[in-house]
């Protein structure tokens, strides 16, 4: 599974942005998908996730300002950001786990993690 994000950059303080990720690869379904951020000497944390079947979760962090949705067909997942702040300012990073098929023809789930995209929030 590889997945490659998009959409960062740099906005001021109040501003949106919308990352974008696409999963692809051999596998035969996408379970759920979220966005992780990690900031400068910070550990990397959850900011949202959802599930294949459109259950979302948010930290308390973003909640309210931030909203991911999904489009099960492209295998690819949203993050819309709005009313940023800079302590949201981090690299944003792609995750999803999915059923792959193995040489022996045995289905497993694995995960993967994007590259990761930053997001610059200036005051």
């Known amino acids: 599974v590889q997945l490659q994000a998009s959409g960062g950059g740099l906005v001021q303080a109040g501003g949106s942005l919308t990352l974008s990720c696409i999963a692809s690869?051999?596998?035969?379904?996408?379970?759920?998908m979220a966005w992780y951020r990690q900031a400068p000497g910070k550990q990397r944390e959850l900011a949202a996730s959802?599930?294949?079947?459109?259950?979302?979760l948010y930290s308390e962090y973003v909640k309210g300002r931030f909203t991911i949705s999904r489009d099960n067909a492209k295998n690819s997942v949203h993050l819309q950001m709005n009313n940023l702040r800079p302590e949201d300012t981090a690299v944003y990073f792609c995750?999803?786990?999915?059923?792959?098929?193995?040489?022996?023809?045995?289905?497993?789930?694995?995960?993967?993690w994007g590259k990761g995209t930053q997001v610059t929030v200036s005051s």
């Open positions: 995750w999803a786990d999915a059923d792959v098929t193995d040489y022996g023809g045995d289905v497993k789930n694995v995960d993967a």
């Open positions: 959802i599930s294949r079947h459109g259950l979302s």
């Open positions: 690869g051999s596998f035969s379904i996408v379970h759920n």
